[in-house]
């Protein structure tokens, strides 16, 4: 008992514990700079490239929105897990978070995106559901009927002789439309993300559209 | 408002007991919860007293994005702790589900389904800081007057 | 056999020493704790069942929240089991900045586990001094990675950032601070006649029950097997990694164990700050299909991905064996079992450092 109380006397008459204990003040209450927060807008415009949307991680943290004459990103809290993967995947640097955007344009990292449109010949019925539901698919032909036929060669993909067929994968957005409008799961989108890094080409943060 | 009002509302808002539930989290933001403990946020030092016990608590900060087995159980948690209370969902997962929130899981957010809750705190997990600004922002309106609303 | 048993005392889901919910059934005769068993069910998420059919970009966010105090070593034996699938080579610096956010995250988890351990035998004044040291592994971590808890720092073919020349200095300074103050607060543990008298001799887990219960990490190290995936990870094996032992079995061993790998973690570091070769810190690559079972050391010990993948990097089937259910199985048929007093069944508990998110998951 004497020796554990000694002990315990020795440990607290250090001179910098009794000078903590009587100057103690904590560290106020900010947050540092390098912290990855929310993502916030730089104020460069948007150019409706929608790699935010693919890239998040979370399902309903982020959209992009028309407002006024141009889109705008849009975070939603309580959804958005703040993991910065939005402003690096982000081609024209709209948005920033903590030192993400910085440190991509000195290390000259980015993230690469291609999208694969794979079908199940298996489960694919031909219904042409997922050729009229395709954004891209509607702005290359507006004429394009409930069976998914068309006459034009542009659209990613149409119906032919009662099978679908790809016509131009490196078109696709990755919106996932044609999934969620498939009745039988056939159509799946994959997303396929690629880090790289040029260190060589060091382009300023001012550079760009 | 008579002057015994005035004394309680002072007195609640400078001791306030918290009790902590993890209802299904990844434990990133109870270990957030508990770093406010930490000599360098020092929560004790705004009258704020983190125990576990639900029987004395005034505040309940409720971690996670509700799994089914807490169905019956949180409600009955939220029983136990004595008049005025106030619930807080501390991270995305009591808000939105989090990443949890997907078409196969078996989650079941959000929790104001379940019990009423007084303010939120977003982020996955937030910081120590966001987390003492939210229980310092409604420790002075929450408990404010409540035997007049009362009645 | 008929069993006497005196008092069912339940301990839990909400229990002002465990920080999740689990509930333990202790069967008790006078004081004398004669078996326990463990309820789980409270944290069953099926984060295994989202994982399925999905890239690599959200699946890794989903694996850093099956746990989110090891966050990283998640990430990292999911990537690195990726990359082993796909053949991606990952450049030396990637190599070594995985490393070392992998031991500051198992840093703060020691240290968590420990706070833990103290604050659950009442020893407020060290659990105090810990969670202090703790801010500053933190504090490093986030000027890393740019995030506290959840790290999201590796992807396949590299990490997502560099290391700043200043914040190498910083962290050396840290390092050197954090080192200090461990030294005075692992002499304070290993020679205090108060925590000896709660910690020595109690909940004991010999070699052989170990080996029979299947414990792994620190609880395992802690009874003198020697046991560490990190000795077989290529990065680990440069620097020389040797694995921390104790024999003594009880729950000051298992502390100390976790006090030695702080300083063993501190060592790797700088080890680390003094290779780091200039160069890329992202190859790229793309993601391919194949199998593979692939294991790291967490924190709690073995952490083994069972991954399959489909030609476009898709997840098409995972299961994840994390490690604190082995110890929670030690602990609760080997360690608690003859303890000699209902309050040592929570410090004994909380020695294992049972993670309740991972095990369910």
Known sequence: MAVSLFWYMVEFARFEWIKKFLFAKTAPLITPAHFRGFPEPTGKACQHALFCMMVCPAPGAIEVLHEGDGWKPKIHKGHCIRCGLCVEACPNGVLRSGRVLETMWDQGTSLLFSFRIAIDPDLCMGCGNCCTACPVNKLADAQMGAGGHSATDEVIMRVQGGDILVLHEEKCTGCKTCEQSCPNDAIRIARILEGIQQPIQKPSPEAGP | MSILQNVKDLVRSRSIHVSYVDVGSCN???????????????????????????????????????????????KGLWNKIPEPKAAIAIGNCPISGCVFDRRGSYVDPPVAKHIPIAAEVPGCPPRPTEILQAILSIRDSVFAEWEVKRK | ????????????????????????????????????????????????????????????????????ICSVIHNMVFIEAIERISGIDVPKRAAFLRVIAN???????????????????????LAMYLLDVRELVMDELERLTGARVTCAYIIPGGVRCDIRAEDQATLRISLDRIESDLHRYAKMFETGPMIALRSKGIGILTQESARRSHAVGPTARGSGINVDMRTLHPTYQQLGFVPVVRKDCDNHARIMVRFDELFASIRIIRQCLDTLQKGIIRGGGICKAGEIRYSGEAPRGELTYTIKTDEFGRITDIQIQTPSIMNIEACCHEMIVGVDSIADVTSTFVSADPCIACTER
């Open chain 3, 1 to 68: 056999m008929k069993r006497t048993v005196d008092v069912n005392i339940p301990l839990g889901p909400v229990h002002p020493c465990f920080k999740e919910p689990v509930r333990l059934k202790c069967e008790t005769r006078g004081e004398r704790v004669i078996g326990v068993e463990v309820e789980l069910g409270y944290m069953k998420k099926g984060i295994e069942r989202i994982m399925k059919g999905r890239p690599w970009q959200e699946v890794m966010f989903l694996a850093e929240r099956v746990c989110g």
């Open chain 3, 103 to 125: 031991e500051l995250d198992r840093m703060q988890s020691h240290l968590l586990a420990n706070f833990s351990y103290c604050y659950t035998i009442e020893h407020e004044t």
């Open chain 2, 28 to 74: 990133g933001c109870d270990i957030e919860v508990l770093a406010c403990l930490a000599p360098r946020y020092d929560i004790e030092q705004y009258g704020i007293y983190v125990h576990n016990n639900p029987r004395e608590a005034d505040v309940l900060l409720v971690v996670g994005a509700f799994t089914p087995g807490w169905e019956e159980k949180l």
